[in-house]
């Protein structure tokens, strides 16, 4: 690729774990004594997010409340050589709001103004701490919603499904949190404030608010973002399909997606995750079953019916035990509450469990169910399924015990060996929880060197001192992320 | 910003207009003798696009048929020092594939090849000089098709539709191309060829392929795509509304979406435009009206009545005439043809006439149509609107006679008040043609100075050297288009 370096390619770690003295002072004088927070008690709850098998913690969190204080913080930390990781609620999946090798903490969480509701343009100016299902809960009265909808909806951030690119359920039919951006508030490693994109639908210049989207925070921190509203569908029909083996369930998925119909969403779970949620929600699924889809149309109301029609021919047609409608609104939001809430059911059946992120074309959904089953029992683990049917996003839920080393390491190598099988299906090693820590090595079996070589000097174009989220994605050359960070740091 | 300049930032025209001695055998020893333009006579077509204000005249237009080949040619230019620009078919309205700084035009238009087409996944691989509509004419008889239409799909090609993120009417409902491409093929300045997206529906790491559509061969050239498949809907209605005044047409776009429907298309058609098109296509507009609608409806077959019932309500309560759909596919490909074809149909009223293209929001319909209309009588120029009303995406079309220079310089004026009076009520100078040489200055109307710093780093990226479409999007230092290109190189 020629002789072009980034100019922070080959560098040491940039930064220091060690922080000036005098620089906790001087980030309480712009966000106020109670927006720094620096005791060990306080920080224990930021050392990981919902990727628990690595963990940091930050010497320093501090907790902006605006733009300008935001774009302060980070002045002074380029005056003071000090790194940063953005973070938003810590939901994501992946590590990626991970200390790792940054010693400053930026948490968006108090910046949660809604700026601007446009209803007649549809669309929404929502700060990086907005949490995102109170988008929706904003415009509900207008019959508008702001369709991403990420399993941790109630508590995760905007900024974060923006650094993330964080789908959900309904990617299916509406696509994930870069479908529905029109533009992005970011605050550039040296402090300067980048508004992109212009909040109407077309883009203009490079599409920066796209590559910015699913960035990870290490292109700066995004304080806002600039949402588009969809109209709520006229009607919507939720069935419960189940089945007698996974084989059965996938080949019902195909089936509906080659007879042409999109289903808003389209999920299955195993037995493994049909048992815990009943455990943990007694929803009604029958604990027996093989597997259950969850299947959601919607549209104008006129023409459910027909296609709720066609859809169960269709999973009868492939040995479905029984399928039905949720009957109301209640019993549709009870479904999906066990849903969205699988992964915390799966605790109950595990002190701890590490969820994969692969994707496979649709078609080969029931190879590669094939080959975790096989994955699984050659490493002697339990692994259970719950995922994205319809576009092929598999979430293989490892269950594990982290007091026992031996366990861990299993659960390390087959977490690799499920993404590797994703490849060699024609999939990806993530579908939507980010490269973060967790999937630095696998980036490797997607891109050729030359490929990385140009992300890498597209992140030196946004952050060319090397500043932002430092060792995420890409290992920083001599970095400690070119090892794999210590698995606990301390004992908290 | 700091200290950071990108490469090439500061250095004068990057290349020659002149080619050293032995290039154009070099180059005819890659693509053969055949693949190798260089008289006047071949080279008058490339000298512009539909953008055709300016025009500048390549020195050699190389067509290879690979792209191995198209990455020997950008080695050989690259090795030699000389720049480049890449052309598809040439249909582009902003001037993006005009020759300009560079000498030597890489056009597309021999690689025709679909590679694969996976219908299970929904996917196809098309070659970057595969012509848009043959896409979905090859998946038609599976029910399948490529979304994106742009008016000139007939022509137009895959890799201009990248490189341009091009639109069509159903950018409404469907989204632009860039919502449709799951992964480019780019031969890089240097000649590497990089394989981006993994052509499953999530990506990885930086949405490279997403910052590369609508870079406008900035950054290399897009030798191949991989394009996401939809099933065609089940039905499709397509009503044409006559309405007295554009202000009750634009008030029937607004009421339609805040109805909270989301048509498959809603163009509008001002008297101008349905006089130029009913001469030149006779489909039976009748051209006393103040305005045309086409509002074309789509989805599940038992919806779609209702739906239909309820836009012709919302027409006739904003004083519609009459409103009525097509009787039959035959009507329907008519209506549509006159609609895609209206650019051409102006050329009956005068002898060139330019297009703009900007977009405000969609309730800001009727201030942007009132102040193009004032900026008409001002500059004493005739101008029609053709345009995407569900987006605010709007097309007034300036009729003019090149001959005579004081209607020229009045129309370049009226352009930029029309994009001014865009920015003004908070849209935006461009929605679907792009920034190309037309927009250049209109540029710094939408970004600070910190904010096209940054998108030159990402160019930088990607072309370090500055030497793939020099003098687009970005002035290049000291090159000729920090002037406007000369009007007209050379009579042909």
Do not use: W
């Given at each position: 690729m020629g002789a072009f370096r980034a100019p922070w390619y080959g560098r040491r770690v940039p930064g220091s774990r060690v922080l000036p003295s005098g620089f906790r002072r001087a980030l309480a004088a712009i966000v106020g004594d109670e927006g720094v927070l620096a005791s060990a008690t306080d920080l224990a709850v930021y050392e990981c997010d919902g990727y628990t098998l690595e963990r940091a913690r930050p010497e320093l969190v501090v907790l902006p409340r605006r733009t300008d204080e935001v774009a302060r913080v980070v002045r002074a930390a380029a005056e003071a050589g000090v790194s940063f990781v953005p973070r938003g609620a810590g939901t994501g999946l992946s590590g990626g709001c991970l200390a790792g090798e940054a010693p400053l903490m930026?948490?968006?969480?108090?910046?949660?103004?809604?700026?601007?509701?446009?209803?007649?343009?549809?669309?929404?100016?929502?700060?990086?701490?907005?949490?995102?299902?109170?988008?929706?809960?904003?415009?509900?009265?207008?019959?508008?919603?702001?369709?991403?909808?990420?399993?941790?909806?109630?508590?995760?951030?905007?900024?974060?499904?923006?650094?993330?690119?964080?789908g959900g359920p309904h990617t299916l039919k509406y696509g994930v949190t870069t479908n529905h951006l029109l533009g992005v508030e970011l605050v550039l490693p040296d402090g300067e404030v980048l508004a992109l994109g212009?909040?109407?639908?077309?883009?203009?210049?490079?599409?920066?608010?796209?590559?910015?989207?699913?960035?990870?925070?290490?292109?700066?921190?995004?304080?806002?973002?600039?949402?588009?509203?969809?109209?709520?569908?006229?009607?919507v029909t939720t069935l419960l399909a189940i089945f007698e083996s996974v084989a059965d369930a996938t080949a019902t998925v195909s089936g509906v997606i080659a007879a042409g119909i999109v289903p808003a969403a389209l999920e299955m779970m195993d037995r493994t995750i049909v048992e815990a949620v009943e455990a943990a929600y007694g929803f009604g699924f029958p604990t027996d079953a093989g597997a259950v889809l969850i299947i959601e149309i919607d549209g104008p109301a006129a023409g459910l019916a027909a296609l709720e029609d066609r859809i169960i021919a269709i999973c009868h047609a492939h040995r479905a035990r029984s399928v039905r409608a949720a009957a109301d609104d209640a019993e549709r939001a009870a479904l999906w509450k066990s849903r969205k809430r699988a992964f915390g059911a799966v605790g109950r059946l595990s002190p701890s469990?590490?969820?994969?992120?692969?994707?496979?074309?649709?078609?080969?959904?029931?190879?590669?169910?094939?080959?975790?089953?096989?994955?699984?029992?050659?490493?002697?683990?339990?692994?259970?399924n719950v995922f994205h049917a319809g576009d092929g996003n598999i979430h293989p839920i490892i269950l594990y015990d982290e007091r026992d080393h031996d366990q861990v390491e299993r659960v390390l190598a087959a977490g690799r060996?499920?993404?590797?099988?994703?490849?060699?299906?024609?999939?990806?090693?993530?579908?939507?929880?980010?490269?973060g820590v967790e999937k630095m090595q696998e980036l490797g079996l997607m891109f050729a060197a030359d490929?990385?070589?140009?992300?890498?000097?597209?992140?030196?174009?946004?952050?060319?001192?090397?500043?932002?989220?430092?060792?995420?994605?890409?290992?920083?050359?001599?970095?400690?992320?070119?090892?794999?960070?210590?698995?606990?740091?301390?004992?908290s």
């Open positions: 930026i948490c968006v969480s108090r910046m949660r103004r809604i700026r601007a509701i446009d209803l007649a343009n549809r669309r929404v100016v929502a700060e990086a701490g907005v949490v995102n299902a109170a988008v929706s809960r904003a415009v509900q009265a207008a019959r508008l919603q702001y369709v991403p909808d990420p399993s941790s909806q109630n508590a995760c951030t905007i900024g974060g499904n923006v650094a993330e690119n964080s212009d909040g109407v639908e077309e883009t203009l210049g490079y599409d920066l608010t796209g590559v910015v989207c699913g960035s990870e925070g290490t292109f700066g921190i995004v304080t806002a973002a600039t949402l588009r509203l969809e109209p709520l569908p006229e009607a469990y590490a969820t994969q992120d692969g994707v496979v074309p649709r078609t080969r959904l029931p190879e590669i169910l094939a080959r975790i089953e096989a994955i699984a029992t050659r490493h002697r683990l339990r692994i259970g060996e499920i993404l590797a099988a994703c490849v060699a299906l024609g999939g990806s090693v993530t579908g939507e929880h980010g490269i490929d990385l070589e140009v992300m890498r000097r597209v992140r030196a174009a946004f952050d060319p001192a090397g500043r932002a989220n430092p060792g995420k994605i890409f290992p920083t050359p001599g970095g400690c992320s070119e090892q794999r960070l210590p698995r606990r740091q301390a004992a």
